[in-house]
């Protein structure tokens, strides 16, 4: 059975990844594992305003993630789809090739943002980090269409 890694962020492309990954999978009768990975928020020591306050807004709200990644979930699972989800915390280009070598995933299916090489540069880009290291195939899908 092929095996379809689906990282995902719960931006606007979302959607459209679930929508590439159902059709995938149904075509090769594939198992999908949804992978939802918070980026820890760092402050650096002596920054103005890194009162209890601010570190409490900033933390992850693993409530909405875990609704969200139930919902996409069960689409999947309402077509018919052997879906499982997963949420890991760190660097979210690591944690996208190491899971799909752990699991053996046969394709991961990636959202671009589109957000352009300046971002790139000062950010970096998760899509081109796991473009240059994957061992499976990728299907990249733009945020728009």
Known sequence: MKKIL??????DVTTRQVDEAEKLAK????????????VPVVIPAGY?????????????????????????ESTLARSGIDVSQEVAEGDPADHILNKAEEWGADYIILGSHGHGGLYNLFLGSVSQAVVHKAKCPLIIVPSKK
């Open 6 to 11: 689906l990282p995902v962020d719960f931006s």
């Open 48 to 72: 103005p305003g890194a009162g209890p306050a601010v570190v409490d807004h900033i933390q992850p709200n693993t409530e909405f993630d875990e609704k969200q990644l139930t919902a996409l």
């Open 27 to 38: 075509k090769f009768g594939a198992q999908v594992k949804i992978l939802h990975i918070e």
